[in-house]
């Protein structure tokens, strides 16, 4: 943030933060400026301020800037990549009520999923190399060569289908035809607040953070030929491919027939065999672009 010009550095206090993470000093300077907390980092880091602001009632809205290597929540949000330029939309931007997700009780703010992702999230985790796409891609081959699809039993509760009303809303309906079937056998399940992972993956197109419900993605293994003919649709933001298939839920239990590793955020979770997933429409405060889609 060197290149901080002049009226930003008057507008922002820059503070230092290690883990474990203690936004609580931060939170209330936040407040008493007339917020927002402006927090610059990747998934995780934006995972535990946006945590800490919930377990405080959000007292001022969150502003997230990229500063990771996925930054999925930020692209979501169509945030500009560079941090000061993200800086500089975001404090001239809008507030936003989002939803946020719930994990058997714990918050995310982007997406939650289990199989290949928590197996992918937990080998991340506890890698000691570098940070960054292509060590991402390593340990993604590696575990792709050797994870399979797990089985999956749901008990859930649909979001009623908006009726549509425009005639480009209607086409877009008829387009994705009516929802699937939950699967039971996924080989990566998540649920998703936001279109994307990060890294410009876009795993649940139909994600909207203001709906009051949840999407749910669930990706088949991929094999050798689909790298090259259905992958390459998953980074596009309308990218339609025969490994995807997602729906929307108000809330659902879904179980397995072994503990599973699971990812929040990005950031490894408890391995369970049983998970019960949630939504508590526009519960927190996020400050958003006003090039936003969802405003």
């Not at 809205?61 to 930020?74: D, F």
């Not at 058997?104 to 985790?125: I, S, T």
């Not at 089985?151 to 309906?173: D, F, I, M, Q």
């Not at 019960?276 to 927190?284: S, T, V």
Request: net charge neutral.
């Amino acid at each position: 943030m060197a290149s901080m010009g002049a009226e930003l550095r008057v507008r922002v206090e820059p503070i230092e933060m290690s883990f474990p993470f203690d936004y609580s000093e931060s939170i209330e300077k936040a407040q008493r400026a007339g917020g927002p907390l402006v927090v610059l980092g990747g998934d995780g880091t934006i995972h535990h301020a946006a945590k800490a602001l919930l377990e405080k009632g959000c007292p001022v809205p969150l502003a997230a800037l990229p500063g990771g290597s996925g930054n999925g929540l930020a692209r979501g949000f169509r945030t500009p990549e560079n941090p000061i330029g993200a800086l500089e939309n975001l404090l001239s931007g809008r507030e936003m009520m989002m939803d946020v997700g719930r994990l058997d009780g714990e918050p995310f703010f982007n997406v939650a999923g289990c199989g290949f992702e928590g197996d992918l999230a937990h080998e991340f985790d506890s890698s000691s190399g570098k940070r960054g796409f292509f060590s991402y891609a390593k340990i993604a081959l590696k575990l792709w060569r050797s994870s399979e699809p797990l089985n999956a039993r749901w008990e859930a509760v649909g979001l009623a289908p908006k009726e549509p009303r425009t005639g480009l809303e209607k086409l877009k309906a008829a387009w994705h035809g009516p929802s699937p079937d939950f699967p039971s056998s996924v080989w990566s399940l998540c649920f998703a607040n936001l279109p994307q992972y990060g890294y410009g993956l876009c795993i649940a197109p139909g994600a909207d953070p203001t709906d009051g419900g949840i999407q749910w993605a669930a990706l088949a293994k991929p094999g050798l030929f689909d790298f090259v003919a259905e992958l390459p649709q998953l980074f596009r933001e309308n990218g339609r491919t025969k490994l995807r298939r997602e729906g929307q839920i108000k809330k659902a239990t879904v179980r397995f027939d072994c503990f599973v590793n699971w990812q929040m955020d990005g950031e490894p979770a408890q391995p369970r065999d049983r998970a019960e997933i949630a939504i508590e429409p526009r519960a927190f405060r996020m400050m958003v672009i006003r090039g936003c889609p969802w405003l």
